[in-house]
């Protein structure tokens, strides 16, 4: 998947600064639009939520609370294609507070697992929860990695019926319609406290 620099995440940008046109983005928060192009209201970080389209700006402030390098976020699969899905971070590390704005990190196949994996359709499914770790802010893109026992689904919901899916030994069970499907879980499937 490529993006066009006009999606990238997490920048710094300045008052100003273009940000994109109103045929890409919905303009939200520290933004204003002239001409149908939206630029920043402020110097803060912006936020391009790919999956509403809205484009913000975000304070930079001591207690902002952002995807960095290094941490654990804990997301919504939303968009999937065979070989990447688009990941909805609703929240990072350990901490319980609400995070300062929306984030959409990418997780690539190539960074599922240590082993070889076929399709994505074997390792998440949109609406699913995973947790995964932020190894790259290459591009202002959060990339994700699940290879570790530690990473993967934490919630699967069935493809059919939408049902919570029930870890069995090598698959996952719908609770609901039985129906059997593949994921990459985590440790510790269906334990988080969200
Ligand atoms: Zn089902």
Do not use: W
Not at 90 to 95: A, H, L, M, R, S
């Amino acid at each position: 998947m490529t993006l066009k620099a006009t999606e990238q995440s997490g920048h710094l940008v300045l008052p100003g600064e273009r940000l994109g046109v109103i045929e890409e983005f919905i303009p939200d928060a520290g933004t204003y639009v002239k001409d149908g192009v939206i630029y920043s209201k402020i110097i803060g970080r912006a936020l391009m939520d790919l999956m509403n389209k809205k484009v913000s700006v975000y304070p930079l402030n001591e207690g902002a609370v952002v995807p960095k390098l290094g941490i654990t976020v804990i997301g919504q699969v939303g968009n999937a294609q065979s070989d990447n899905v688009l990941v909805r971070i609703f929240k990072v590390g350990k901490i319980k507070k609400k995070l300062s704005g929306v984030f959409s990190g990418i997780l690539h196949i190539s960074d599922v697992s240590d082993r070889y994996i076929d399709s994505m359709n074997e390792v998440c499914k949109p609406g699913d929860l995973i947790r995964a770790k932020v190894i790259s802010e290459k591009n202002q893109i959060f990339h994700l990695s699940t290879a570790d026992k530690n990473f993967g689904v934490i919630y699967g919901f069935c493809s059919v019926c939408g049902s919570t899916l029930e870890q069995k030994r090598h698959e996952m069970q719908c609770t609901k319609c039985g129906n059997i499907e593949k994921r990459k879980t985590a440790f510790d499937y269906g334990k988080e406290e969200l």
